[in-house]
């Protein structure tokens, strides 16, 4: 099974940061990844799929990037509604797996 | 507009069986994979299998094969997850999620919104 090892598991910013989420994979998955943001109480959200598109409706300040086994999610400059937890999922092997998920906090 | 929509939380007890549910509308319910997410309290997600509802083709991660069932009946466009011995462990919010194509390796596109399944002693 391929392992998805996503960095850090928390953290906390402040509104207007740039933040940036890492998840590596123990082995190549093409561009096969999408990021997922859950709220407390909700159902997880699509942000990205194919490691850079974002979904319909999925602010500009929302961004993917990487290749091969690194990949980034980053959010230019952070707004109140982006405080939740982000999660990486690879579905390039069979089980797809999710990253441990990264909790993004107000400072 | 796609949309899923899960059955009622559900308390069991430990022993008992329990079958919820996924009713999928906006879209042709039998050529889409559905996928099962397990999300433990406190914890983060775990992919569970799914089902192509058009000829119930099963998946499973390995982590959960022999311990649920899923299927899925396409005349009511809906798919199910079930337990036939529930443990305290299998306490846990379970998301359905609709796969993005008819290819069983796609992104989860559409979610429903959660069914938490409480089991005690």
């Known amino acids: 099974d391929i392992q998805m090892t996503q960095s850090p598991s928390s953290l906390s910013a402040s509104v207007g940061d740039r933040v940036t989420i890492t998840c590596r994979a123990s082995?190549?998955?093409?561009?096969?990844l999408g990021w997922y943001q859950q709220k407390p109480g909700k159902a997880p959200k699509r942000l990205i799929f194919?490691?850079?598109s974002l979904d319909s409706g999925v602010p500009s300040r929302f961004s993917g990037s990487g290749s091969g086994t690194e990949f980034t999610l980053t959010i230019s400059s952070l707004q109140p509604e982006d405080f939740a937890t982000y999660y990486c999922?690879?579905?390039?092997?069979?089980?797809?797996?999710f990253g441990g998920g990264t909790k993004v906090e107000i400072k | 507009e796609v949309q899923l929509v899960q059955s009622g939380a559900e308390v069991k007890k430990t022993g008992e069986s329990l079958k919820i549910s996924c009713k999928g509308s906006?879209?042709?319910?039998?050529?889409?994979?559905i996928g099962w997410v397990r999300q433990m309290p406190g914890k983060g997600l775990e992919w569970m299998g799914i089902?192509?509802?058009?000829?119930?083709?099963?998946k499973y991660s390995p982590s959960f094969q022999g311990q649920v069932t899923i299927s899925a009946d396409k005349s009511i466009s809906t798919a199910y997850l079930q337990w036939s011995t529930l443990k305290a462990s299998d306490t846990a919010i379970y998301y359905c999620?609709?796969?993005?194509?008819?290819?069983?390796?796609?992104?989860?596109?559409?979610w429903g919104q959660g069914t938490l399944v409480t089991v005690s002693s």
């Open positions: 999620a609709r796969l993005y194509s008819g290819y069983y390796l796609s992104h989860l596109q559409y």
């Open positions: 194919a490691v850079s």
């Open positions: 082995q190549g998955i093409r561009n096969d």
């Open positions: 999922l690879q579905h390039n092997v069979f089980p797809p797996a």
């Open positions: 906006g879209y042709s319910f039998s050529n889409y994979w």
């Open positions: 089902i192509y509802p058009g000829d119930s083709e099963t």
